[in-house]
């Protein structure tokens, strides 16, 4: 049955993929317009709740996968990441120095090293994803009513399409959604 399902769902993403290249044009150029229009109000809003925000993209796309996808082996992260296990283990090891990862021995293989994201870590991504919100929240507040609620609805329609893009690429770690 989970085989009909699957064979199903990649012929509908499939369909759903063919966007013509004006359309695509558009889209970009029109999602480009609007994060610029956010990115600054998003950066000085961290800048003035952190004071001394100093974490790179790499630490903050480890934090955002660790709380999505909970506890991982470091040789996860390294795949995920697409980084050597050098680099991992490096950007691992100041997680764990800033109280924003913990890890630990698997209990099967003590061999192979588990991590987590801890609450401050959770409390830091909680924390930039609402400034992120206030910052679009800012630029849509120059909507009309009708406008933010064609906004609400393809936001609605947009986290939708990344779950089931999710889904797709990784339909085992979705199973249970």
């Known amino acids: 049955m989970f085989a009909l399902y699957k064979c199903c769902l990649y012929a509908n993403i499939e369909k759903m993929q063919q966007i013509n290249i004006n359309d695509r044009e558009t889209l970009v150029r029109s999602i480009s317009q609007f994060r610029r229009a956010i990115v600054r109000e998003f950066v000085f809003n ?9 974490f790179s993209l790499p630490q903050l796309g ?12 470091i040789k996860q992260v390294t795949e995920i990441l697409g980084r050597s296990v050098s680099a991992t283990s490096r950007l691992l090891d100041q997680l764990v120095e800033r109280g924003m990862v ?3 021995e698997d209990e099967r293989d003590r061999r192979v090293k588990r991590v987590a994201i801890t609450e401050s870590g959770r409390k830091l991504i909680a924390t930039l994803e609402q400034r992120r919100a206030d910052a679009q929240i800012v630029v849509m507040e120059y909507l009309s009513a009708e406008e933010r609620a064609d906004v609400t609805r393809a936001m609605v329609l947009l986290a939708e399409a990344g779950k089931r893009r999710r889904h797709y690429e990784h339909p085992e770690s979705t199973a249970t959604e």
Do not use: A, P, V
Not at 46 to 54: E, S, Y
Not at 63 to 73: K, M, R, S
């Open 62 to 73: 480890t934090l955002l996968l660790l709380d999505e996808e909970g506890e991982l082996t």
């Open 102 to 104: 913990s890890r630990r």
């Open 46 to 54: 961290i800048l003035h709740t952190f004071g001394d925000f100093d």
